[in-house]
């Protein structure tokens, strides 16, 4: 790979050992297969006017330049509204997998944004065994045409390896996997890094990732509560390559404050919009060694609620945090910007003051909010039951049915319900929009006795 950062790969862990096929007839039909689908997928591939990527190191740190001219990651893992990321000042998308590769290339060539092509592999977590060395060459052939398809689209920016294959794992082989990966996207595209995303990360990992992936170019860091210690910490590690942050945002459901019955207590859409801003200033532009970041979640997705990690609400509408992200990417606020919701109440407590209700009982919420831009705000109140469908590291989650309560009155403001008949958890949500369809959120967990 052309970049200053590399060494040469022949070199490069000459101990490691690929798994093989058991037997010849598996391995001729497995061979077969995955020419099919090479031509399949390859062809005809952009085979003219590929990105060229660099990693240089500076004075100071490292610098990204695309097609010789400075790049400075300005990115989210993204859904959707494609459009409002380039009008924001975006430049780049993270993707996890190559499932959505077609449509996201698609739209980054639209947009002129820049792909972090992401590769989902196996995690131990849930079920693949990295010892299996059949598995381990299987995901690796099952891959490969992808590479060879994208390794020239004018929108590649980088190759994401793995997302998060810390989480929940023993079997550290799993970074050998990655360096097969690494090393093989060295030898077919000289212009393009590669990273892996880390949950977080820890002495351990730092020092597995240095030594047994030496063709990995970026360490990606997913980031919530942690992120401000993130610098820091690679630097006491070791770690002397680049960084980006591969996911950062809001605290995680696992990280907030809880309820005495123990559910996560959610920042407001203000608070995450302040926590937005302090983050990106004061953590993470001032790292030198730092590529730049994606943000987490361009689009909307049911992980605890469908706003924990949402920068859009479910009908499209914006949130606080995107007018913030549009701020520290252009140095200018948006022309017009979404609602800001200061307070949620219910029988004047907060949410961190433990909401504990009788069944069958009358109650009032109030939010307070206000519009940037002076519009008239409406309101939209629902009480959902707490999730059953609750999974770990970001899996698709069902979202949770409606509580049985009985509404009362809504007005302006304010809202009152008869609590569900039915003890158990439940959390009532408020969306505020302004007159152009922007939205602000909050909710506050309640517990029906």
């Known amino acids: 790979m052309n970049l200053i950062l590399k060494q040469d790969i022949s070199s490069k862990n000459q101990s490691w050992k690929r798994g093989v096929l058991r037997d010849s007839n598996s391995f001729f039909l497995h061979c077969l297969f995955n020419l099919l689908l090479s031509i399949l997928l ?3 591939g952009y085979s003219e006017g590929g990105s060229k990527v660099e990693i240089l190191k500076t004075d100071t740190g490292y610098q990204l330049q695309v097609n010789g001219e400075s790049f400075y990651i300005k990115g989210a893992g993204i859904d959707d509204h494609y459009d409002v990321l380039a009008a924001s000042g975006g430049n780049s998308i993270r993707t996890w997998g190559v499932g959505k590769w077609e449509e996201v290339f698609e739209m980054a060539e639209q947009y002129n944004l820049y792909v972090c092509a992401g590769i989902w592999l196996g995690q131990e977590r849930q079920g693949f065994d990295y010892s299996d060395p059949d598995a381990v060459r299987q995901q690796f052939e099952r891959y490969k045409p992808y590479i060879l398809k994208y390794k020239d689209h004018p929108n590649l920016l980088m190759w994401g390896v793995g997302n998060e294959l810390n989480s929940f794992y023993t079997n550290t082989t799993v970074w050998n996997a990655v360096e097969e990966f690494a090393r093989y996207i060295d030898e077919v595209d000289g212009n ?50 680049p960084y980006i942050l591969g996911e950062w945002g809001t605290f995680g459901h696992w990280e907030a404050s809880k309820t005495s019955w123990n559910e996560p207590i959610e920042f407001t859409s203000k608070e995450k919009g302040d926590l937005y801003l302090n983050e990106y200033q004061n953590h993470i ?22 706003t924990w990690y949402s920068l859009f609400l479910k009908n499209g509408a914006k949130t606080q945090a995107v007018d913030v992200l549009h701020y520290v990417w252009k140095n200018e606020w948006p022309k017009n910007r979404a609602p800001v919701l200061d307070s949620l109440r219910l029988d004047g407590k907060n949410a961190h003051q433990n909401n504990i209700l009788s069944a069958g009982t009358v109650h009032e919420a109030l939010v307070w909010a206000n519009d940037p831009d002076g ?6 109140w629902e009480i959902l039951h ?23 009155m809504e007005q302006s403001n304010s809202f009152t319900f008869k609590t569900p008949d039915t003890k158990g958890t439940y959390r009532l949500f408020v969306d505020v929009y302004d007159e152009i369809g922007n939205g602000a959120h909050a909710n506050i967990p309640f517990l029906v006795e």
């Open 42 to 44: 390859v062809v005809p």
């Open 192 to 241: 393009h890094p590669t990273m892996t995303a880390t949950a977080f990360i820890e002495r351990r990992e730092a020092e597995l990732i240095k030594n047994q992936c030496p063709s990995i170019d970026i360490l990606a860091v997913n980031a919530y509560a942690g992120l401000p210690v993130v610098a820091d910490w690679l630097n006491d590690f070791g770690w002397t390559k």
């Open 375 to 380: 519009e008239e705000l409406n309101y939209s």
């Open 285 to 306: 532009l001032p790292h030198e060694n730092c590529l730049g970041a994606y943000a987490f979640f361009w689009g909307n997705k049911q992980e605890r609620t469908s």
């Open 386 to 408: 707490e999730p059953l469908d609750k999974k770990d590291g970001g899996d698709e989650e069902e979202k949770p049915p409606v509580g049985d309560y009985k509404t009362l």
